[in-house]
């Protein structure tokens, strides 16, 4: 049995699943830059955070590889021909590489901190532009391509799963999720949504869902906005699906280009909204932006024991 067949076994079950936290914010906490991930110029350290979400009891860890997409490159120049003539000599294939090097530090971490535990690792695949703006999302035919090419690089480099995150339309969501399905990738389908429980487009939950269930996504969430965001879009999500749900919220507050951490949530209060969470029916929990390894070590404690 694979280590995601165990996991889609207990949300078969209805019991509750562990995502890790935050990466991105994480790399920061830990005094790196996060602008290129980090993967290749401080392996050990990224190895290392996912280790720590491991050791924390997370049972599904995600890729460092959020926006990480040929795309996001490009786009600071002003075509191909540019980025070839100023940009450094290795721009073409860096994101194929990077994506590579992050399945493959996340499997290390695994191999090293599981202990017997079964740990999926999913990849974790966003919006092709910024997440929080869906009127700049590029046509069909551009996403389908964009997208197979990052799903196909997250299957050789041996993801267990895809983690399609803070997706911000039902049209971007159905290409992502069609993508995966095509590389032969089980994928887990993440909306980010507003205070209303809505989508930046105006589409609803319950549209999501309509939409993206005929694809088989063995689980919808919400995630990247503040815990009373998610838990309104948690509340659509269970009423408008019999398959499994979940969110893993951010806490503190976005300070371009990087974040800004507060103290709302320390891990005894994040764990008990988690437990709320856990009532209404969620049975995915993690943590997005601002949560550490000590959060998840909290969902773990406190929400897996409680379930024994």
Known sequence: MSAYDAIRERLAAGELVILDGAIGTEILRR??????????RHPDKIRGLHEDYVRAGADVVTTNTFQLARRSLLNHFRDRAHMRHVGAPDLDTRA????????????????????????AIAGAVTTLEWCFRPDLAPSEEEMRAEYREIMDVMARAGADLILLETMNSIAEARVGLEAATEAGLPCWTSFVCDERGRLFTGESLADAVRALEPLGPDVIMVNCAPPADCTA??????????????????????????????????????LQEARRWAEMGARVIGGCCGTTPDHIGALARGLHGEQA
């Open 96 to 119: 194929d590489r990077f994506l590579t090097a992050a399945v493959e530090l996340a499997r290390e971490a695994r191999d090293r901190a599981a202990a017997g535990r079964s740990v």
């Open 31 to 40: 005094d790196l830059s996060w602008a290129d991930h980090q993967v290749l």
């Open 233 to 270: 879009g948690l509340r659509e999500l269970v009423a408008a699906r019999r398959g499994p749900c979940g969110l893993y919220p951010h806490i503190g507050r976005f300070d371009p280009p990087e974040w800004l951490f507060t103290d709302e949530y320390p891990p005894p209060r994040y």
